[in-house]
């Protein structure tokens, strides 16, 4: 018995299958919508850079000579990870920017006026993101025992480290974005903390593609559009079973 017996006409069949077909590519339309509304456009006002363009990375743990950061991810929190994280959340959502490394040491020839930079890590172990601090006018600041200041408040944010004293449980993280001059059109981000588990914090809080960190980029993006920032976040670090340090509650604090 075919379904012709039951009066099912190859027309019919056609217009099933045709009608599934549409009905798939609407619902792929309609997610793709949804997405750049929800997703992408948040994103790319936090961040504001554009495609095709050039952004540098600058950190000051590891000398770089490639674009490829694959083989320097470790487990945990640290500074590396952080320009991991950073780079390939860019690399994600911008389908043709160009990401160029640089060790904060090699930044002699790079004129900051007129590029987009990423300065990623804190005063002690990048010189470059002390350099934007001085041009930037910072609302925290970092002092020499550790801890985080807000300049306007003179509020101390002072990490917290675990019984074993091993590492901390937690860390207070920086992240600001910021155009040099009134005249420049490239942008300058400062991801800093006080620790290295506040560095990493600060960087997924505006990197992570989980449904916490878009929710948070939409939120700052609703905040402050495609304008500078400066944010301050509270890191919660816990470590598991087996030993290895991980980022846990990341909180904005002003």
Request: charged share 25%; glycine share 8%; net charge positive.
């Amino acid at each position: 018995m075919t379904l012709f017996d039951f009066g099912i006409s190859g027309k019919d069949i056609l217009l099933v299958v045709l009608g599934t077909i549409a009905s798939i590519f609407i619902a792929y339309i309609a997610r793709k919508i949804f997405e750049f509304y929800r997703i992408l456009i948040p994103f790319f006002k936090v961040w504001g850079f554009k495609n095709n363009e050039t952004v540098y990375l600058i950190n000051g743990i590891i000398e770089l000579n490639s674009t490829d950061l694959k083989d320097k991810f470790v487990l945990g929190p640290g500074d590396v990870n952080a320009l991991v994280a950073v780079s390939r959340t860019l690399e994600k959502r911008y389908k043709s920017i160009k990401i160029k490394n640089l060790y904060s040491k090699q930044l002699s020839a790079l004129d900051m006026m007129n590029e987009n930079i990423v300065s990623i890590g804190g005063l002690k172990r990048n010189t470059v993101t002390k350099r934007l601090m001085g041009l930037i006018d910072c609302k925290h600041s970092f002092d020499d025992e550790g801890n985080m200041i807000n300049n306007k408040t003179n509020k101390q944010y002072s990490p917290v480290k675990a019984e074993s004293n091993d590492y901390y449980v937690e860390d207070y993280g920086f992240i600001s974005k910021a155009k040099l001059s009134s005249e420049a059109e490239k942008w300058v981000f400062v991801i800093a903390g006080c620790h290295t588990e506040g560095v990493m914090g600060a960087a997924r809080y505006i990197s992570s593609l989980d449904y916490d960190g878009e929710k948070r980029l939409r939120e700052l993006a609703k905040e402050f559009k495609n304008e500078p920032f400066q944010i301050a976040v509270k890191v919660n670090i816990i470590k598991d079973e087996m030993g290895v340090i991980e980022i846990g509650k990341i909180e904005r604090v002003f």
